[in-house]
């Protein structure tokens, strides 16, 4: 149970995670430079893509495993709300403090741990971009298939929180598709890991299927093992166009006949091509 939020003059909730002693000690886990206190720092971690804005109370960059245990202990021990953050893009309010507190950045949190073409797995911490994990994988020939839009900007524990799909979802699934394994700190600050590194690997609850969309509410996820694939031999890129929305989309069911299942589709219609070409001019 938190303790009970007061609100001053501007709307901003205030908690125990102001108070200077908890600040002190936040500095003391993380180093001064890693915790922002300052009002015009903190509000951009106080929304997320849909822009309704909460500042929280002070925001946070732990660096491994053990620094977010003692941030969680604190939390726990000062009663204060902790909002976890990857990229920031989601749409679901997940990582908006709304009830103050402070906002746990992975930024910092970066490392890959291992990459294993034998076993095709990854082992990395949670603040890499998508797109920044899918190109340290793909000079090992490997694919991580998970490709939302936002993969540029939307981080690997924001994706398994949101458990976002992308455009090569009804090929490959969506992120809970490839996570095979998760360490995650709870909300007293103990660490469990769930899953493993192989795909069989079914026994007892599948509380790494738990964690994907859990949207930081069961704990924050400080490592993750996610399943590779090969990289596709060629791929080839087909636009057609067709004269209803109904003949476009009836195509997908000519490429199972033929054992072909397509890596990516989008369909565009004539509005969004107007939009694309008042923008880009492609020539569609
Ligand atoms: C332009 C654009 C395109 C998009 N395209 C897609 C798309 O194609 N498919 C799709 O599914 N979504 C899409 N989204 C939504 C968004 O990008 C995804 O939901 C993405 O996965 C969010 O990642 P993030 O790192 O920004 O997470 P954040 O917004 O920072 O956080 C999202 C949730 O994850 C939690 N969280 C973050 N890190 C951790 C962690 N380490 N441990 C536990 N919880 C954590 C937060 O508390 C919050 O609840 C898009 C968004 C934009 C702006």
Partial sequence: MYQSIHFNAKSRAVTNASKPEVLEKLRQIVGAENVLVEPDKVEPYGADAVKEKFPPEAVVFPESTAEMVEILKLANEFLFPVTARGGGVGYTGGAVPVDGGIVIGTDRMKKIIEINPDDLYVICQPGLTTFELQQAVEKHGLLFPPD?????DSYIGGNIAEN????????????????????????????????????????????????????????????????????????????????????ACKVLTKFTPEGLLPMAMEVVDKHCIKAIEENFAFGL
């Fill in 164 to 247: 976002a799909g992308g455009m090569r979802t009804p090929k490959y699934g969506v992120t809970k598709h490839s996570v095979l394994g998760l360490e995650v700190v709870t909300a007293t600050g103990e660490i469990i890991r769930t899953g493993g590194r192989t795909v069989k690997n079914v026994v007892g609850f599948d509380l790494t299927g738990l964690m994907c969309g859990s949207e930081g509410m069961l704990g924050i996820i400080t490592e993750a093992t996610l399943k590779l694939l090969p990289m596709p031999e060629a791929t080839a890129t087909v636009r057609a166009s067709f004269k209803s929305m109904e003949e």
């Fill in 148 to 152: 939302p839009a936002s993969y540029k």
